[in-house]
């Protein structure tokens, strides 16, 4: 647009005790270059990558998860339904391994094994103790190289706190149990679960005493986060073309609405402490478990959309937790229901229970693809991988992973298919491909063995 001025991307709204990060918009950017070279035939970019990894417990329901063709002429079995708008931006990886998750003489602990080792393919030491060892998970290792040209290097995100000490699964430390993410091999990087505390990490202040009094002045007047940087928002809007400032009001939009919901699941998770105190969920917490995943996927998306972080973590609950989900029909717990024995009736509360955790990450990735990037969405430039380290909950495999991933990744990556690959082909192979396109390559991470070939033959195993 003629009226639209360029603008620094570290442009930010102030008010007081805030500082409200900005989406990309076309005035951010240079008129002519790239914000990174173009890898592998990739379109090339002016917005960087994002990566994302979120994970599953207990494994999953498998013959409700795996087409039964290969290739782009595939169906969606139930519970992939949920992924069906976004079927064009899917892969879905079958035959994928994680070989430190198996007991390689350990004896049991597969639960502690397979959330420890699913990003790190490093095989954890069986303790209680505090000598907790495992390795670096393929996430850290991408926010050592893109971490510092963000204001967060990483986001670690979860449902379920977790102790991080103590014995959890059979002599190994509950820190494996509740972390997927290692920044080295004793630092598992511990996951917020407060949306209120993540959205106040996005949007701080310089000043801890200006951010109190922000706070203070809000929670009094029920004031928006946006009601302090209104007047910096409209000198900005001045320098926007028509594009720019629709897509400004949608972000401040969404951000209101985000921050609504906080407020009102606060409200909700008090009252709920004052009737139950014994087993209300602590402050801040959304007593709803599904608006618990939701609130925390929308924030996950403004981190990306904003370019706060590029890179992050979800848990959606510890490994071997034993959630019940009554609002699904399922009033039994997760953990119990997983070793089913074969049995019919619990196979299908266990699919019901892999349906709604997919339907929470299907909503995420609608939010990603809602947002514009240039010609294409914000999705187009993430990938991010869904998936489990355990195959089927009752057999406690580790190999034919659940894994999907979603995201063009810039365009490098060929979408809208199911690829098999051969047996024991490591899940680590397919992190090393990612951080090549997040230019953080490394040689090896874990047990890989190579690159995971990129997927140019889909209709037979490769």
């Not at 709204?13 to 790239?34: H, I, N, Q, S």
């Not at 790190?120 to 303790?127: A, C, D, N, R």
């Not at 196979?347 to 294409?376: S, W």
């Amino acid at each position: 647009m003629s009226d639209a001025k360029q603008i620094s991307r570290r442009t930010v709204l102030r008010g007081l005790g805030t500082a409200l990060a900005l989406p990309f918009l076309d005035a951010m950017l240079p008129a002519r270059g790239v914000a990174r070279g173009a890898f592998a035939g990739e379109v090339a970019t002016r917005y960087p990558l994002r990566v994302a990894f979120a994970y599953v417990p207990n494994g999953i329901h498998m013959e409700d998860w795996t087409p039964e063709r290969l290739g782009a002429d595939f169906e969606l079995p139930p519970t992939l339904a949920p992924l069906e708008p976004y079927r064009k931006e899917l892969l879905v990886l079958s035959g994928l391994t994680q070989d430190k998750a198996r007991p390689n003489g350990d004896g049991p602990g597969d639960h502690a094994r397979a959330a420890s080792a699913f990003l790190t393919g490093v095989q954890p030491l069986k303790t209680a103790g505090a000598n907790i060892r495992s390795g670096v998970s393929v996430d850290q290792v991408a926010a050592a190289r893109v971490g510092p040209l963000t204001r967060l290097p990483s986001l670690e995100l979860g449902c379920d706190r977790g102790p991080q000490a103590g014995n959890c699964d059979s002599g190994y430390s509950c820190a494996y149990s509740a972390n997927i993410s290692w920044k080295g091999p004793s630092t598992p990087m511990a996951k917020e679960i407060d949306p209120r505390l993540v959205f106040e990490r996005l949007f701080p202040s310089a000043s801890p005493t200006e951010a109190a009094e922000s706070r203070g002045v809000r929670d009094r007047h029920r004031k928006s986060i946006l009601d302090f940087v209104l007047e910096d928002a409209r000198r900005l809007e001045g320098k926007l073309g028509a594009a720019d400032r629709r897509k400004l009001g949608e972000y401040l939009a969404a951000v209101r609405e985000v921050e609504g919901r906080i407020e009102r699941s606060e409200a909700d998770s008090r009252e709920g402490q004052a009737r139950l105190p014994a087993i209300a969920p602590p402050e801040g917490i959304p007593r709803d478990y599904g608006e618990h995943q939701r609130l925390l996927y929308d924030i996950l998306a403004f981190a990306f959309q904003a370019d706060l972080s590029r890179v992050a973590t979800f848990m959606v609950a510890n490994e071997g937790s034993n959630k019940s989900y009554a609002p699904v029909g399922v009033p039994e717990g997760h953990h119990d229901l997983s070793h089913h024995g074969g049995n019919k009736e619990k196979q299908a509360k266990i699919a019901k229970i892999n349906r709604f955790h997919m339907e929470g990450f299907a909503y995420f990735i609608a939010k990603l693809k809602g947002v514009r990037e240039g010609d294409g969405t914000l999705l187009d430039h993430c990938m991010i991988v869904y998936g489990s380290g355990i195959g089927d909950g009752n057999r406690h495999n580790h190999d034919e992973l659940p894994v999907v991933l979603l995201g063009r990744g810039g365009g490098s990556i060929e979408t809208g298919r199911h690829v098999r690959y051969k047996r024991n082909t490591p899940l680590n192979n397919l992190y090393l491909c990612l951080l090549d396109r997040m230019d953080a390559s490394v040689d090896a991470l874990g047990d890989s063995t190579g690159r995971l070939p990129w997927l140019a033959e889909e209709t037979r195993a490769l």
